[in-house]
C-alpha cells in the first residue's frame, strides 16, 4: 500500500482530497460536530486538511495532532494556518498550546495505510493514534485512506491496542463497517 500511495499523481491526489474533503464537510455538518480532529498529510496522504478550507464560516473548531515526542500525541486547536510549527516527527501543527481533552473531540479522522470494511486500520507502527483514540470517550472515528486503500473481502491482522473505526472514508464516499474486531 505504501508503495502504491507513494506513485501517486499529484493530480489524483489533489482531486481525490478534494472529493474527501467535502464528504468529510457534509458528515461533520449533517452531525452537527463542533470539535473536528484532522491531520496534516505527509507521504501522499489523502489531505484531509483541506477541510480547513471548506470551514470558511467556521463551523466548527480543527483541533490538529502535535507529537511532542514518539510516542506521545495530543491535539491543539487551529487558530491560524499561517501560524504553524513542527512536531517531532516534522509534521505542520499549530504553534498554540491550545490543548483539548480527547474526550472533547467529536468526530477523529485518522490516516492510515489500510483499512479493511470491519473498520480495522493499519497505521505507520507507532501507536500514537490508538492510544489518544483509546481514551477518547464517545468520539467517531473515521478512517480517511484512497479507494485501493480500502480492502474488503480479507481481514487485516490487529492486537488489542488497536481502535476500530466507525467509518472509513475514501473519494467515493463514506463506507460503512461491517462488524469491529
Known amino acids: 500500500m505504501r508503495t502504491k500511495r507513494n506513485k501517486l499523481d499529484e493530480f489524483f491526489i489533489k482531486s481525490a482530497s478534494l472529493k474527501i474533503a467535502e464528504f468529510a464537510l457534509d458528515y461533520i455538518e449533517a452531525n452537527s460536530f463542533k470539535n473536528i480532529a484532522i491531520y496534516m498529510s505527509i ?7 483541506y477541510v480547513i478550507d471548506l470551514n470558511k464560516e467556521k463551523k466548527f473548531d480543527i483541533f490538529l495532532p502535535f507529537c ?3 510516542d506521545h500525541i495530543c491535539f491543539n486547536k ?3 494556518i499561517n501560524s504553524m510549527r513542527k512536531d517531532y516527527f516534522g509534521i505542520s501543527c499549530p504553534k498554540n498550546d491550545n490543548v483539548i481533552d480527547e474526550k ?6 485518522v490516516p ?5 470494511t470491519s473498520g480495522n486500520r493499519v497505521g505507520y507502527g507507532k501507536g500514537c493514534f490508538d492510544r489518544i483514540l483509546k481514551n477518547s470517550g464517545k ?3 473515521v478512517g480517511v485512506c484512497y479507494d485501493f486503500q480500502l480492502i474488503s473481502g480479507d481481514i487485516l491482522e490487529t492486537d488489542d ?4 473505526m466507525d467509518l472509513v472514508l475514501t473519494e467515493k464516499g463514506m463506507h460503512s463497517v461491517t462488524n469491529l474486531q
Do not use: M, T, Y
Open 43 to 49: 507521504k501522499n496522504e489523502p489531505r484531509i486538511e
Open 68 to 70: 511532542k515526542k514518539e
Open 78 to 80: 487551529l487558530e491560524d
Open 104 to 109: 472533547d473531540i467529536d468526530v477523529f479522522f
Open 112 to 116: 492510515g495505510l489500510a483499512f479493511d
Open 139 to 141: 468520539s467517531f472515528f
Open 161 to 164: 491496542n488497536d481502535i476500530g
